[in-house]
C-alpha cells in the first residue's frame, strides 16, 4: 500500500542552524509528493510539492528534492528563524484516476532565539 | 477571498448528540475533503467529494455521513457522537482532485464527553 514514514520530532533547534525533517514514502504507480506545514492554530498550507523524479521543489527558503531511488522527499532549510516553528507534514498522491492525499504523522520544529 | 471557511470553531458534545460541521469554499474548486487530525496519526480522510452531486469514503468513514450541498459547501455529519470521535476536522477543497494543492480551512475542535 501507500504510506509516508517522517523522522518522530519534537526537532528543537537555535535560530539560524541547519534543518532537515527526513520524509520517505512507499507509492504504486508515480507520486506527486507534499510538504504542508501547520502554524500553532491554524490550518495546513501548502509549502512545497515535486512531481516526479529529480524535480526540487522550494518556497520560503526550504527545499525537497524527489529522490525516486532511495523512495525521499527530504525537507531542508539552510537557516531557520523563529518564526518558523510549527508541524510539517510529508504527503503523496498517487497517479490514476481520483487520489487523495496520504500524510505521515507530523514533525514539530521548535526553533529558539 | 476568505478561502475555506468552517463553522464551529470549537464544539462540546455529550455522547449520542449530533451535529453537523459545515464547510464553505469561494475558490470554485471542484473538489472538497473532510479529515481528522489526531495526535500522533497526522490527517486521515473521512469523506472527499470529487466533484458537486458526488461523494466516496475515504480511510476513516465510520460514524460520518457528509452532503455536497453546492459546488461551495460540503458538510460532515455525526448522527451519535462517541468520545472517539473527539478530534481536530480539517475541510480542505482542491480544484482538480487530490493531486493538485488542497487548501485547508482553520479546522473545527470537538470534544465529546
Known amino acids: 500500500g501507500n504510506s509516508v514514514t517522517q523522522m518522530e520530532g519534537p526537532v528543537t533547534l537555535s535560530e539560524e542552524a541547519f534543518l532537515t525533517i527526513n520524509c520517505t514514502y512507499t507509492?504504486?504507480?508515480?507520486?506527486?509528493l507534499f510538504w504542508y506545514v501547520q502554524y500553532p492554530g491554524e490550518g495546513l498550507q501548502l509549502l512545497l510539492k515535486?512531481?516526479?523524479?529529480?524535480d526540487k521543489g522550494s518556497n520560503k527558503g526550504f527545499e525537497a528534492t524527489y529522490r525516486k531511488e532511495t523512495t525521499s522527499f527530504h525537507l531542508e532549510k539552510g537557516s531557520v528563524q523563529v518564526s518558523d516553528s510549527a508541524v510539517y507534514f510529508c504527503?503523496?498522491?498517487?497517479?490514476?484516476?481520483?487520489?487523495?492525499?496520504?500524510f505521515g504523522a507530523g514533525t514539530r520544529l521548535a526553533v529558539h532565539p | 477571498n476568505a478561502g475555506v471557511t468552517q463553522t464551529p470553531k470549537f464544539q462540546v458534545l455529550k455522547t449520542g448528540q449530533s451535529m453537523t460541521l459545515q464547510c464553505a469554499q469561494d475558490?470554485?474548486?471542484?473538489?472538497m475533503y473532510w479529515y481528522r487530525q489526531d495526535p500522533g496519526m497526522g490527517l486521515r480522510l473521512i469523506y472527499y467529494?470529487?466533484?458537486?452531486?458526488?461523494?466516496d469514503k475515504g480511510e476513516v468513514p465510520n460514524g460520518y455521513n457528509v452532503s455536497r450541498l453546492n459546488k461551495r459547501e460540503f458538510s460532515l455529519r455525526l448522527e451519535s457522537a462517541a468520545p472517539s470521535q473527539t478530534s481536530v476536522y480539517f475541510c480542505?477543497?482542491?480544484?482538480?482532485?487530490?493531486?493538485?494543492?488542497?487548501?485547508f480551512g482553520p479546522g473545527t475542535r470537538l470534544l465529546v464527553l
Open positions: 480542505a477543497s482542491s480544484d482538480q482532485g487530490a493531486r493538485e494543492t488542497q487548501y
Open positions: 507509492a504504486t504507480g508515480y507520486p506527486s
Open positions: 515535486a512531481t516526479k523524479a529529480d
Open positions: 504527503a503523496l498522491s498517487v497517479s490514476g484516476g481520483y487520489n487523495k492525499l496520504i
Open positions: 475558490m470554485n474548486h471542484n473538489s
Open positions: 467529494s470529487a466533484s458537486e452531486g458526488t461523494t
